[in-house]
């Protein structure tokens, strides 16, 4: 997929400022903190990819005790521990509050008013009592029966690309099925929800994958700049989008959600967009990545693919059992917006927490034989993948439902497919999934095991 977007040639100092604050400060002390042997910082890089494995990372981190303070920040492998800071009230998302430095407060001036998912009004990063008013107006429309509703139509899609890919598969020639599938599932199903017009959706479609690494931590400055010109560009296609739904209003979730109203009024049109752009930007990349991890998975472990086949009823377990092993967002963190407690350990107010959220879906206490895959395994939804609490992601069940969609059609189309050499990470830091994931129709010399895990 083509996602580059036109830049400028001289970049407004603010947008030079956002980059520098937001992700090239970051970047350079997590490099010289990992070099340090911080176990923050060196999770951080062997999630984007550096020479160490991330789980042999997390699982120092799970050794150190269930709270570790690093250099930067305390952190948690801990599943316990991880549901009680994300649950708390005494933590908040987002990020740190202007009155808790200066570069805090630069990031603030210089982020302007351009939409972004991590940033207010995203539910992301907002906070009772906006949050509560803001969240029930959206999961109005947002139901679990909304998404069951989007099945079948999830299905054709899933059909009309298995359709393509078996021309690609064609000649047993190998095909990138992150390209040709796990990225164009969610997308398309995202345009539907948002009530994108036919004509509109190749750029849309575009635009999405551009702004989807939004949500990461340490992007390079050219990075950056594609991100940010597409979430500018996003922003000023869906003020005429909702002008459009307000005015003759269809029959996807936007128009709904345009329309809701409760006691506290509808949202506001800085809000609607804020949902819009979190649905393109975290709807798209995590489903993404839960399909490749998913197809990874289940290729590398034929016997759990024989069993779903013997018994298709686990299929919705054994999305669970991806999201747990293998989920697509590895950590998140929280601000603690008061003196506590936590794990018995004293935090201030200010102090940032790292849940690991990979490490607590390993955590033996609670998983036992926490590294094998294992589609029916009993506790698999006690994982904390889509967070927990009051930021328990909005589109859960979309992605539930996509995950098994998705990939039970591709293995019930393809029931030989294989894994063929050429896999490799994202070098993502804080989301993971697949940049490529080649694969052919029949098993050969060529066809190992050879994702890089």
């Avoid at 570069?103 to 009004?121: D, K």
């Avoid at 879906?361 to 094998?372: E, H, I, L, Y």
């Avoid at 009051?390 to 439902?401: I, P, V």
């Avoid at 080649?438 to 098993?443: D, K, Q, S």
Wanted: proline share 6%; with cysteine.
């Amino acid at each position: 997929m083509n996602t580059r977007v036109p830049m400028k040639s001289r970049e407004p100092v603010k947008t030079r400022v956002q980059w520098a604050v937001a992700h090239g400060l970051p970047r350079g002390v997590l490099r010289i903190a990992a070099r340090r042997g911080d176990l923050q910082g060196r999770l951080v890089r062997a999630g984007a990819g550096g020479a160490e494995d991330v789980w042999g990372v997390i699982e120092e981190v799970r050794a150190a005790g269930p709270l570790h303070r690093s250099g930067l920040a305390w952190m948690t492998a801990d599943h316990a521990v991880v549901r009680e800071v994300l649950t708390s009230r005494d933590f908040r998302g987002g990020l740190p509050r202007a009155e808790q430095g200066l570069l805090v407060r630069l990031n603030e001036w210089s982020a302007g008013q351009v939409l972004h998912p991590v940033r207010p009004p995203s539910l992301l990063a907002t906070e009772p009592p906006d949050h509560t008013r803001y969240r029930r107006l959206v999961t109005k429309v947002f139901t679990n029966r909304a998404v069951e509703r989007l099945r079948g139509r999830t299905e054709q899609i899933a059909a009309e690309l298995l359709d393509r890919l078996a021309e690609e598969l064609d000649g047993g020639r190998p095909a990138d099925l992150v390209e040709s599938y796990c990225a164009q599932l969610p997308v398309t199903v995202i345009c539907e929800i948002l009530g994108v017009p036919p004509q509109d959706r190749p750029r849309v479609l575009e635009l999405g994958a551009a702004a989807a690494a939004s949500l990461d931590l340490g992007l390079s400055w050219r990075e950056f700049r594609t991100v940010d010109s597409a979430l500018r560009e996003f922003d000023t296609w869906l003020s005429g989008h909702l002008a459009q739904l307000r005015t003759y209003p269809g029959e996807d979730l936007m128009s709904h959600l345009v329309q809701a109203r409760d006691e506290g009024g509808a949202l506001t049109e800085a809000e609607l967009k804020a949902t819009a752009g979190l649905v393109l930007v975290a709807g798209f990349e995590t489903t993404v990545n839960l399909l490749g991890n998913g197809v990874a998975l289940l290729c590398e472990h034929p016997d759990q693919l024989e069993q779903l086949r013997e018994r298709p009823d686990l299929w919705p377990n054994a999305v669970e059992e991806v999201l747990r092993l293998d989920p697509p967002v590895m950590l998140t963190g929280r601000t603690a917006e008061t003196d506590t407690t936590v794990a018995g350990v004293a935090i201030h107010r200010g102090a940032v927490i790292t849940t690991i959220l990979a490490g607590a879906n390993r955590d033996p206490k609670v998983f036992a034989d926490s590294t094998r895959f294992d589609v029916a395994r009993e506790s698999a939804r006690e994982h904390v993948s889509f967070s927990a609490g009051r930021h328990h992601c909005l589109g859960a069940s979309l992605a539930r439902m996509e995950g098994e969609v998705g990939l039970r059609a591709l293995f019930d189309r393809f029931p030989e497919l294989r894994l063929a050499p050429g896999a490799s990470r994202r070098r993502t830091r804080i989301l993971r999934g697949y940049e490529r994931l080649p694969v052919l129709l029949a098993a050969s010399a060529d066809a190992r095991r050879t994702v890089t895990r």
